[in-house]
């Protein structure tokens, strides 16, 4: 799958209703009440404690960043499948995956969240198999205070071992936060349900697991 395709795949199929109206299943800033719940599938246990490896990974600034240097501060990286826009509906099927709806509210939530998480000094990245273009235009759109970065050759997710699911006929990455620190992933999340209280969630383990020194 290029990133030409997983583009293309990526900009159609959303919708989101303007705010004077009221809301329905296709409204991208709100989570259904009836979505499946993800199950844990051990596809994560191997990731405490493992290394972060040495990938350079664009951000939405345009900018170079190495993962492994990243990782020496505590960072959070919440990982999801992917933003869907204004105007599109969302593709058939995607509600019924278990942890695949939600990526807008999850994302919003680290957003009204980014000042806690700041004063508890730690750096936060969303990550998606996105393209760079793509995730740009979340971001002006979500006025959001931090990077995304694009992992659109899977170069992060395979050397992790990330879990990933297939859509459509494109690989998309499962919803997890990674917490590094010191080089190491200090802490994982998976499954995460629901994303729109996941920061929340996040914040709490934080603000109750202070590093040394902070």
Known sequence: MTRRSLFTLATVGWAAQRKDEPMKKGD???IPSDLPVPVDDGACRHLAGMQVPAITLVSTTNRRVNMANQ?????VVYGYP???RPGQPIPKGWDEIPGA??????TCSFRDHYKRLRELQVHVFGLSTQTTEYQQEVVQRLHLPF????DADFA????LRLPTFE????RLL???TLIMAAGRIEKVFYPVFPPDKHAEEVVGWLASHPRVGS
Request: with cysteine; proline share 3%; hydrophobic share 30%.
């Open 167 to 170: 859509f459509a006929g494109v």
């Open 28 to 30: 991208l800033y709100h």
């Open 71 to 75: 990782a020496r501060e505590r960072t």
């Open 147 to 150: 990077e995304m970065l694009s």
């Open 101 to 106: 709806r939600g990526c807008t509210p999850e």
């Open 174 to 176: 499962k919803r997890l």
């Open 156 to 159: 992060f997710t395979n050397a």
């Open 82 to 84: 992917r933003t869907g």
